[in-house]
């Protein structure tokens, strides 16, 4: 069973940064799709980065693209999310995930079969 455990997330003044850093465990095989999503309160979930095609590409929503980063060790089974720039806006709680197919983001995102249990973001004005 995998589990993906999340870290890192905290409050920061705007224009702050944090690394979000989302630890995998119990695979069984290498996850073609792993992806960050956030929900803020009385919002639909956003997906705001992935890593697809086994981390050959990568997808940033064009809220975050420019001021997001993500980026995988492979050695510790770990995915990061670097967040420069930070607004009040980006406040949310901030999700990892995983899944097996990752031909696309459209493809990666409706398979996701594994999530962490979220870690908070809360920038400040």
């Known amino acids: 069973q995998v589990q993906l455990v999340e870290s890192g997330g905290g409050s920061v003044q705007a224009g702050g940064s944090l690394t979000l850093s989302c630890a995998a465990s119990?695979?069984?095989?290498?996850?073609?799709?792993m992806a960050w999503f956030r929900q803020a309160p009385g919002k639909e979930r956003e997906g705001v980065a992935a890593?697809?095609?086994?981390?050959?590409?990568?997808y940033y929503s064009e809220s975050v693209k420019g001021r997001f980063a993500i980026s995988q060790d492979n050695a510790k089974n770990t995915v990061y999310l670097q967040m420069n720039s930070l607004k009040p806006e980006d406040t949310a709680m901030y999700y990892c995930a995983a899944g097996r197919e990752g031909s696309s983001w459209y493809a990666c995102r409706r398979a996701l079969d594994a999530w962490g249990q979220g870690s908070l973001v809360t920038v400040s004005s």
């Open positions: 119990g695979y069984t095989s290498r996850r073609s799709c």
């Open positions: 890593l697809y095609t086994g981390g050959a590409r990568i």
